[in-house]
């Protein structure tokens, strides 16, 4: 891992794990600050065969980690200058944790890797949110955008102010799209029982997540998951089918889903394109009467391979005829999601603002 400069301007020295607090093959905590040297020299052991007393910058040193003459682990040190030090332990939990309660034992003010981050990266703080950003990134479209972004940012910000209004609300614009994808898209699922919406989530998903059957009435609780849509992570929603509820269970169950479909950014309708018109109508006007007016939606015509009617007549409302089944029209729904959430507007050639999402 790359050690950075230490740039903090205090007297405090922290430490912080900068790995995932989970088990691993190594853990890696950070040291920045003035008295990292004087720690270290009192809680690591140096093998026998290198006796010398200085630790040698930027080089590797196998050491023991002793508290009261008991050995906590092995670990790799590596000291870039007398103020900033990483210890490469092994990746338990447990023996992350017991080092850094060393370590505050010995004085050092221990905080998140986040927080270790802002106190000592020398990168600007767009270069940290774009790094955080790209820490948190689910898919691989996601990551080859941030870091596009990370080499187009900095110097378009640079001259800002020389932009046209009509340039400037297009960056504005771009931004607020993609602080809402960083932040997290959610698309939820709704429409009658057996219309395929399970089929369609585990078709987009890419595995099969949820169970489907004949059965009207199979999702009861909500079910999450990440999906890809043409590359872009976002989490799918699929939800209860919306009838007169046969028990109180299931009552309670569509009144959760549709309390899901309420806060999310896309709903997907979706409709069985073999039930005869006005069941389809009747659908359709029950899953529009759940929804905030504002919420944008598309109406998916479901089991096309078979139904060979036309879908309802709409009037201005987005549809989209798939077979979730046979992965018909899948990947016109995508685009449809994509220009409804204006991601098609996300372009690794413009830049556009981040904004540190901290989930
Ligand atoms: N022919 C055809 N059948 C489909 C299609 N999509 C789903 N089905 C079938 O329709 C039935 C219901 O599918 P589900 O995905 O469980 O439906 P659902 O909307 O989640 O139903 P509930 O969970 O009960 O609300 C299953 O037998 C599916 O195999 C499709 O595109 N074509
Ligand atoms: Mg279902």
Do not use: Y
């Not at 018909?328 to 603002?353: F, H, M, R």
């Amino acid at each position: 891992m790359a050690s950075p400069s230490p740039n903090t301007s205090s007297d405090e020295t922290v430490a912080a794990l900068v790995t995932a607090l989970a088990p691993g093959a190594i853990a890696v905590i950070a040291l920045n600050g003035p008295r990292t040297t004087a720690i270290l020299t009192t809680i690591l052991r140096k093998p026998k065969s290198d006796q010398s007393p200085e630790f040698r910058p930027d080089t590797p040193t196998l050491c023991r980690i002793i508290d009261n003459d008991q050995t906590l682990d092995d670990a790799i040190v590596l000291i870039s200058d007398a103020h900033h030090a990483e210890l490469h332990t092994h990746g338990g939990v447990r023996i992350a944790q017991r080092v850094l309660m060393l370590l505050a034992a010995h004085g050092a003010t221990i905080v998140s890797s986040d927080d270790f981050i802002g106190r000592t990266s020398t990168a600007s703080p767009v270069e940290r949110a774009i790094d955080a950003a790209l820490i948190r990134s689910q898919s691989r479209r996601l990551t080859n955008w941030l870091l596009a972004q990370r080499e187009l940012l900095p110097p378009f910000l640079a001259r800002l102010d020389q932009l046209s209004a009509a340039d400037r609300a297009a960056f504005d614009h771009r931004s607020h799209i993609a602080a809402r994808l960083l932040r997290g898209i959610t698309i939820a699922l709704i429409g009658p029982p057996n219309a395929g919406k399970s089929t369609l989530a585990n078709r987009l998903i890419g595995h099969d997540r949820v169970i489907t059957s004949d059965q009207p009435g199979t999702t009861r609780d909500w079910i999450t998951e990440t999906a890809l849509i043409h590359g872009w992570p976002v989490t799918l929603t699929d939800t209860a089918g919306l009838r007169d509820a046969d028990c109180a269970i299931e009552a309670e169950a569509i009144r959760r889903g549709t309390q899901q479909a309420h806060t999310a950014d896309l709903v997907l309708i979706v409709l069985d394109a073999t039930a005869p018109a006005d069941v389809q109508r009747a659908a359709l006007d029950r899953g529009v009467a759940t929804l905030p007016a504002s919420t944008p939606r598309i109406v998916v015509f479901n089991k096309c391979d078979s139904s060979t009617a036309l879908p309802i007549a709409m009037s201005g409302a987005n549809t989209s005829a798939i077979s979730a089944l046979q992965g018909v029209g899948i990947d016109d729904l995508e685009s449809q999601i994509e220009a409804t959430l204006e991601l098609n507007l996300l372009d690794e050639n413009l830049p556009t603002g981040i904004v540190i999402a901290t989930t």
